[in-house]
């Protein structure tokens, strides 16, 4: 999907998620709209301990005041937005 159909979709209210696996780790970034705002969290660890917390390198959650927003933020971590998926 590009940037276009991803800030359509979350303007739309859909909910819309990523999940890789690069370089030993694996991870999930996901992103909705809650009320005027657009929440994203973003987890990630050493690949087969998704079900352990403990284990998270990275554990994230933030909010944004739009799609354009969100898709900034993950242009600058290097995320694609084509990977996601409704």
Same mark, same amino acid.
């Given at each position: 999907?590009?940037?276009?159909?991803?800030?359509?979709?979350?303007?739309?209210?859909k909910h819309?998620? +990523?999940?890789?696996?690069? #370089?030993?780790? *694996?991870?999930? %970034?996901?992103?909705?709209r809650h009320? @005027?705002?657009? /929440?994203?969290?973003?987890?990630?660890?050493?690949?087969?301990?998704?079900?352990?917390?403990?284990?998270?390198?990275?554990? +994230?959650?933030?909010?944004? #005041?739009?799609? *354009?927003?969100? %898709?900034?933020?993950?242009?600058?971590? @290097?995320?694609? /937005?084509?990977?996601?998926?409704?």
């Amino acid at each position: 999907m590009d940037a276009e159909t991803f800030c359509r979709r979350l303007l739309a209210g859909k909910h819309l998620t +990523l999940t890789y696996k690069k #370089d030993g780790l *694996a991870g999930m %970034v996901e992103v909705w709209r809650h009320g @005027d705002r657009y /929440v994203m969290t973003w987890e990630e660890c050493e690949d087969g301990q998704q079900f352990n917390e403990n284990e998270y390198t990275k554990d +994230l959650r933030q909010e944004f #005041d739009s799609p *354009a927003h969100v %898709v900034r933020y993950l242009e600058e971590c @290097d995320v694609d /937005v084509a990977g996601f998926r409704p």
